[in-house]
């Protein structure tokens, strides 16, 4: 079996302030993905990456950045914290289109 | 872009009942649909797939899927309290892009 190790598991950041999370799988999948869960609800999908060196937007890609520096890291940046926004962001990987997801704890996210 | 609803928001059954919960999706294309499961504070976790028209069942849990009315449900037989969780229902046309719902809460009262 494998596993998504997620970083931090808490961030708590400034109005304005670029944040960046981290994803690690060592399930050697290709293809992985960030969602956005807010308030125990559904989740939205951030951006995707089939492939090392790949990235396409979900739905909700405004205000977010992410890098896949390699097959198994996939880093998301939210490019300025907006007031009083809570919500946990969560990392998941699969080996490609209908197949499972299997998903990292998530990181919980704070604005102040 | 897909929408894909989830009904009820929450739900309350007792020990031992069947529990239904429903999803509808937008996207006629649709190829793929599958439940996953999370418990409180915990990841994601997937509960089951289907591609094809009809039904699927993996011990207590039985997918349906009806691809013409635009829905899939997921039926929990003899509901135990461990099945307490968020259930969220996911649908693809077979990209890479998996669209979950809303979420239902379920509670199992023992």
């Known amino acids: 079996g494998g596993i998504i190790t997620q970083t931090p598991k808490f961030l708590i950041g400034q109005e304005g302030q670029k944040l960046t999370l981290k994803c690690q799988q060592n399930?050697?999948?290709?293809?992985m993905y960030w969602y956005r869960q807010d308030s125990g609800k559904g989740l939205r999908l951030i951006y995707y990456?089939?492939?090392?060196?790949?990235?396409q937007k979900g739905d909700l890609s405004e205000g977010y950045d992410a890098s896949r520096e390699k097959k198994s890291s996939f880093s998301l940046t939210v490019t300025s914290a907006q007031k009083n926004e809570m919500a946990v962001f969560l990392c998941?990987?699969?080996?490609?289109?209908?197949?499972?997801?299997?998903f990292g704890a998530g990181t919980r996210l704070s604005v102040l | 872009q897909q929408k894909v609803q989830q009904s009820p928001e929450s739900l309350i059954v007792p020990e031992g009942a069947m529990t239904s919960l429903n999803c509808t999706f937008s996207?006629?294309?649709?190829?793929?649909f599958a439940w996953y499961r999370q418990h409180s504070g915990k990841a994601p976790k997937a509960l089951m797939s289907?591609?094809?028209?009809g039904e699927k069942e993996e011990g207590r849990f039985t997918i349906h899927l009806n691809k013409a009315s635009l829905h899939f449900s997921l039926h929990i037989r003899d509901s135990q309290p461990s099945d307490s969780a968020l259930y969220l229902c996911?649908?693809?046309?077979?990209?890479?892009?998996?669209?979950f719902g809303t979420g239902t809460s379920l509670l199992v009262d023992p």
């Open positions: 998941a990987s699969s080996t490609g289109g209908e197949n499972t997801l299997y």
């Open positions: 399930f050697n999948h290709d293809t």
């Open positions: 990456s089939i492939t090392e060196n790949d990235l």
């Open positions: 996207d006629s294309a649709s190829q793929y």
């Open positions: 289907i591609f094809s028209n």
């Open positions: 996911a649908s693809s046309n077979m990209g890479y892009k998996l669209t």
